[in-house]
């Protein structure tokens, strides 16, 4: 069997169509169909592990794999991983100039919270000294 006509049942599948319309659709035979759709039901059990607590987990055939085992849990992934992901992209200061605290990204060393502040600060320094 074409691999081309495979998807194509895989898609009819998700989308809800029997066998009988899938034989339909594709001008194949309904035992045909039959046979493709129990052959892929096989490689389509899916078996995994929760990403978030580890449980064991089946995803249903025909449906995109799960990678948790609940909402709570990919809800707690999603809220761990975005909060990692913030601390490692964004600093805190605060302006040596107007004192104002800014985010910088990445891992520069800014210490004023704009240009603006780079240069009055630089002009301050001048004119005192
Ligand atoms: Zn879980
Ligand atoms: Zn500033």
């Known amino acids: 069997m074409k691999a081309e006509i495979k998807t194509r049942?895989?898609?009819?599948?998700?989308?809800?169509?029997?066998?009988?319309?899938i034989a339909k659709a594709l001008d194949l035979t309904l035992s045909v169909v039959r046979y493709a759709v129990n052959k892929m039901s096989d490689e389509d059990l899916l078996e995994?592990?929760?990403?978030?607590?580890?449980?064991?987990?089946?995803?249903?055939?025909?449906?995109?794999?799960?990678?948790?085992?609940?909402?709570?849990c990919r809800w707690d992934w999603w809220n761990s991983h975005l909060?990692?992901?913030?601390?490692?992209?964004?600093?805190t200061?605060?302006?040596?100039?107007c004192s104002r605290e800014?985010?910088?990204?990445?891992?520069?060393?800014?210490?004023y919270c704009?240009?603006?502040?780079?240069?009055k600060d630089k002009l301050s320094k001048k004119s005192t000294t």
């Open 102 to 111: 800014f985010s910088s990204y990445g891992n520069n060393r800014r210490i």
């Open 9 to 21: 049942i895989k898609q009819l599948r998700s989308e809800g169509y029997g066998y009988k319309k």
């Open 48 to 72: 995994g592990h929760c990403e978030k607590c580890g449980i064991k987990i089946k995803s249903i055939k025909g449906k995109k794999r799960k990678r948790f085992c609940s909402d709570r």
């Open 93 to 97: 200061h605060q302006c040596k100039c």
């Open 114 to 119: 704009s240009h603006e502040c780079y240069i």
């Open 83 to 91: 909060r990692d992901i913030n601390k490692k992209a964004f600093t």
